[in-house]
């Protein structure tokens, strides 16, 4: 089994230069953990939901809010995301993947073309669903369709 097997297709990009809000309402509205950052196509970090965390005021949302604290929602994503993240081929093997997992400080592996294109993306919960027994349809993990946001 390769990485292109259990990957999730699923991907959502955002821009350099996008706002913190537009990220966190993209976390508030798909659920997702981690957001490929690309430039010209091309991935150049992530973000995780823990990034926004750190980046935006705690006392948004809250009676104490003030003009500062909605003001972080206008940072930008190149302020906040990781840059030069740990990639794979679709073609990597899970090994590779566990190795990475296990010497980098990280939740998220994306995957990317021969051109730096983002592909896919894998989780440490992907490479521990595709280990784990069938379900009693024969699947290990949910399809997952994949869809573009920006």
Same mark, same amino acid.
């Given at each position: 089994m390769i990485v292109q097997d259990i990957m999730s297709r699923r991907l959502v990009t955002v821009e350099m230069d996008d706002k913190l809000k537009v990220v966190r309402d993209i976390f508030d509205t798909l659920h997702f953990h981690h957001l490929l950052v690309v430039d010209e196509g091309r991935l150049v970090g992530v973000v995780s939901d823990r990034d926004l965390l750190r980046a935006?005021? +705690?006392?948004?949302? =809250? $009676? $104490?809010? @003030?003009?500062?604290? $909605?003001?972080?929602?206008?940072?930008?994503?190149?302020?906040?995301m990781s840059r030069h993240p740990v990639t794979l081929g679709p073609q990597a093997s899970l090994a590779?993947?566990?190795?990475?997992?296990?010497?980098? +400080?990280? =939740?998220?592996?994306?995957? $990317?073309?021969?051109? @730096?294109? +983002?592909?896919?993306?894998?989780?440490?919960?992907?490479?521990?669903?595709?280990? =784990? +027994?069938?379900?009693?349809? @024969?699947?290990?993990?949910?399809?997952?369709?994949p869809i573009q946001s920006h």
């Open positions: 935006l005021s +705690p006392f948004l949302g =809250s $009676v $104490v809010e @003030g003009e500062r604290d $909605v003001a972080t929602l206008n940072r930008r994503v190149h302020q906040i590779d993947a566990a190795g990475l997992f296990l010497s980098h +400080p990280i =939740s998220c592996i994306p995957i $990317v073309d021969s051109e @730096g294109r +983002p592909a896919g993306i894998l989780s440490w919960r992907d490479l521990l669903r595709s280990l =784990s +027994p069938p379900t009693q349809d @024969g699947d290990r993990q949910p399809a997952n369709p």
